[in-house]
């Protein structure tokens, strides 16, 4: 049983919906009055609810998308029209109700067959536009039950690429080939954000805590790191 607790702040909210909100206000705030909004989306099942809350009344009127710039954590090597494409999830549940100019927004191009490349171009870009290390705004992320974070899997290579923002790698599940964000890239925001709802998640936030899990090892060297639980979640680590 650990006994420690999460890194950095932690908010626990009463269930999922809950938990988008609160992101999404937090996310509002943060990107008020920012020339350049620069924030990189996750996929997942858990982020619909925060895309769906960002797009509702409240915060589709409230927000100014113009500033916004997007870039992705990660993606899997799919078609982005594909019903597994992270690109996909954030068009379908976020981008096509916004009017974020297409201009600004980044995906990873992961269905090219050739990912070395694919992610050589995007580090490029990062720094092009997000400076060397890319210093990026607001960086949202998922836990899987294995402690997984973007594509970032427990032992597997991507986890120590420390010389480059963006890497190929391999998930333990399909679809297999994936393109994700390294940790220095992930370090290098002023603001990440864990959002992790429901009891299956219990094994992996204590992994946090123990230092056992990918997840642990983001740990943002310049900037905040904010974890949105609901009750379900955060009832594990209680
Ligand atoms: C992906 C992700 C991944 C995700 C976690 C949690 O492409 O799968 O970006 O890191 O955030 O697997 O996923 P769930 O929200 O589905 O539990």
């Given at each position: 049983m650990s006994s420690g607790e999460l890194p950095g702040e932690v908010r626990v909210l009463t269930d999922p919906i809950a938990v988008a909100a609160e992101a999404a206000g937090w996310i509002a705030r943060l990107c008020r009055d920012v020339e350049r909004f620069r924030?990189?989306?996750?996929?997942?099942?858990?982020?619909?609810?925060?895309?769906?809350?960002?797009?509702?009344?409240?915060?589709?009127?409230?927000?100014?998308?113009?500033?916004?710039?997007?870039?992705?954590?990660?993606?899997?090597?799919?078609p982005p029209d594909d019903g597994q494409s992270n690109y996909r999830l954030v068009v379908d549940t976020l981008l096509s109700k916004v009017p974020v100019p297409s201009e600004h927004v980044h995906r990873m191009e992961a269905?090219?067959?050739?990912?070395?490349?694919?992610?050589?171009?995007?580090?490029?870009?990062?720094?092009?536009?997000?400076?060397?290390?890319?210093?990026l705004d607001v960086v949202l992320l998922g836990l899987g039950s294995d402690g997984h974070t973007a594509s970032l899997f427990p032992g597997t290579a991507a986890l120590s690429v420390a010389d480059t923002w963006a890497t190929p790698s391999r998930a333990t599940y399909p679809p297999y080939e994936r393109l994700t964000l390294t940790l220095p890239a992930l370090n290098a925001a002023a603001s990440v954000a864990f959002v992790v709802t429901g009891a299956p998640k219990?094994?992996?936030?204590?992994?946090?805590?123990?230092?056992?899990?990918?997840?642990?090892?983001?740990?943002?060297?310049?900037?905040e790191l904010v974890w949105f639980l609901d009750a379900a979640a955060a009832r594990s680590i209680g």
């Open positions: 924030i990189a989306v996750t996929g997942g099942n858990t982020p619909h609810f925060l895309y769906e809350a960002l797009a509702s009344s409240t915060f589709r009127t409230s927000i100014d998308w113009q500033h916004w710039h997007v870039y992705w954590g990660d993606e899997r090597a799919v269905e090219r067959p050739d990912l070395q490349a694919v992610a050589a171009d995007y580090a490029r870009l990062l720094e092009e536009e997000c400076g060397r290390p890319p210093r219990a094994d992996a936030l204590r992994g946090v805590i123990d230092g056992t899990v990918p997840a642990a090892r983001v740990r943002p060297d310049n900037g």
